[in-house]
């Protein structure tokens, strides 16, 4: 594994060292079971790499932090091929490129199914953590970054129809070099795309998290943070607890963009519910006080107030009847 | 979870806050099965939280750092019963409490079989870590804490005999109290003890690596420097690859204590071989410039050569007949 500048000693011996300049260090540690959170006959191991090293890198940011170092136990069956460990470690590797980390670290054992431990590091800047807890009645909400194509690519891949084939051995085909898209226009994926179906499978397989985002919005004045990945309702739903706040999302805020209304018209599903509910995206979602100039990253969808629940125009959100919540 | 003044914000949020005021961290993290790495059968939750707590603050200490926190994925069968998560926990907690740190923060994750992920941090104190290639010509090579015990229990556990009932549901029974032994004296447990057999399964339950002599080495000028995982001969050899180095081991060196030798007998075993093989005890092994004093902790085994191997007394050694390296 190549090491970058935060990665003071790699891998080899008892332990790693990595920098960390501000005297303080953000962690996250993740479980990921074979079967539970990954298959091997949907994702490549260069994707479920991506996906497993996304994931941690996206909560290091949704603290306002800049990603350092990572480490990774693995858990592997002793008949798999070595080219796909080496995929899953192309895939860490090309994930932490994007924020500038490295693997700094690791232990392999033997198991039966694929099991992967993954630790964050990352580093404030001499920032304060943007925690979940600093939300204010007043505060608007906003996100960055893209939510429900995963959600949908899932769908799709559940039907066992158009874009579920395909790219399963692929070490990331055009799709997945797609940018963050997201806010800023509509949300959930591009405008035009030559086939939204695979678009949508890639976008499960490989999250697009907004990186830049995260530090962006501690450096904005953001007032609560997370990252989206068990549904946008939920998670908020986090920020109104650890806050002691409500929040209203104005469902007219989402337009879903094409790729998600084309799998929505095909599924005959609601892509409205994709956006509200659908995890695994790991967009941004964050407060800031009224006062703040967001820049086209991130979009407004809703307002903090007083209150314990997370309301769509003033009611609260149900499994059932998204359209009924758009004008 | 108590929380400890290295942990500035602990679980709930995106990720943790701990301490780094050297401006870098040391991180190792391990991978740990049920089946594979340990048996509900024959260790409690108390246990294998202590056990898996151990051997990552082991590779901690091992670099010449303080641990400072601590942060684990736990997958569980959704039938665990709840104390036993609390048992694990209260682990955890025991053996964090040792070297001052606590567990920072964590995830959980449905599994069909136990799964634990730990990472570990520390932080050098301004001090260079003690890597495995610092090992040079001349020096002396010195272990600390326990070497042995460990394997004499899981041989009393294989073997289904005396020691290998009982404790399994305690959380910490007088023999887990015991100090950690070692060096200065016979190696690998105290000279008396009222049931060495079951004093010996403790040991492997529940390691008792010497925390506080990792960074001591380094204060003392350590040049390199391991903690013993997997036997105290293939991990210097460890050393002796990184640092281009041989070493030759003195077998007089060790004088096996009261349980080994007595476990040894019952089981037609020789002591030797546990403790030269023997992992799991997570003691440390160290190469020091030969001027430099040791305290009692250390006790001296060998010599830094020239050359690739590990050697005792002068010989190659060989998994059979362990005696007939001793005078």
New interface residues.
């Given amino acids: 594994m190549p090491q970058g500048e935060t990665v003071?000693?790699g891998p080899?011996?008892?332990?790693?060292?990595?920098?960390?300049?501000?005297?303080?260090?953000?962690?996250?540690?993740?479980?990921?079971?074979e079967g539970?959170?990954f298959r091997r006959d949907w994702s490549s191991g260069y994707h479920i790499g991506r996906k497993a090293a996304a994931q941690n890198l996206?909560?290091?940011v949704?603290?306002g932090?800049d990603p350092t170092?990572l480490?990774?136990?693995?858990?592997v069956p002793a008949d798999l091929e070595a080219t796909w460990i080496d995929a899953l470690a192309d895939g860490f590797r090309d994930e932490c490129a994007l924020v500038g980390a490295t693997v700094?670290?690791?232990?392999t054992?033997?198991?039966d199914l694929i099991?992967l431990?993954?630790?964050?590091?990352?580093d404030?800047g001499g920032r304060a953590?943007v925690?979940?807890s600093g939300a204010r009645p007043g505060d608007v909400v906003a996100v960055a970054g893209r939510l429900g194509p995963s959600a949908a690519g899932l769908a799709l891949l559940l039907a066992g129809g158009p874009g579920a084939s395909g790219a399963v051995a692929g070490a990331g085909g055009p799709g997945v070099a797609v940018g963050a898209g997201g806010p800023g226009g509509a949300v959930g994926g591009p405008e035009e795309t030559a086939d939204p179906f695979a678009w949508l499978v890639d976008a499960h397989r490989c999250p697009r998290p907004p990186y830049a985002c995260g530090p962006g919005a501690a450096r904005l004045g953001a007032t609560a943070?997370?990252?989206v990945s068990d549904g946008l309702l939920q998670d908020l739903g986090h920020v109104c607890a650890?806050s002691g706040v409500s929040i209203d999302l104005d469902p007219d805020a989402f337009t879903p963009s094409a790729p998600l209304s084309a799998a929505a018209a095909h599924l005959g599903a609601d892509p409205l519910e994709w956006i509200l509910t659908g995890g695994e995206d790991h967009a941004l979602a964050a407060t800031f006080p009224p006062e703040v100039r967001l820049p086209p990253e991130w979009l407004v969808v809703g307002r903090v107030g007083e209150g314990r629940e997370v309301t769509v125009r003033g009611r609260p959100p149900g499994r059932a009847g998204w359209d009924h919540f758009k004008e």
Avoid at 12 to 33: E, K, N, Q, W, Y
Avoid at 71 to 75: A, F, H, Y
Avoid at 104 to 107: L, T
Avoid at 117 to 122: D, F, H, Q, R, S
């Fill in positions: 003071l000693l080899g011996d008892d332990a790693a060292l990595v920098g960390a300049p501000d005297g303080r260090v953000v962690i996250s540690t993740d479980l990921l079971l539970r959170h996206a909560d290091i949704a603290m932090a170092g480490v990774v136990g693995l858990g700094a670290g690791g232990d054992v033997r198991s099991v431990g993954v630790t964050a590091l990352g404030l953590p925690v979940r943070m997370l990252d650890a």
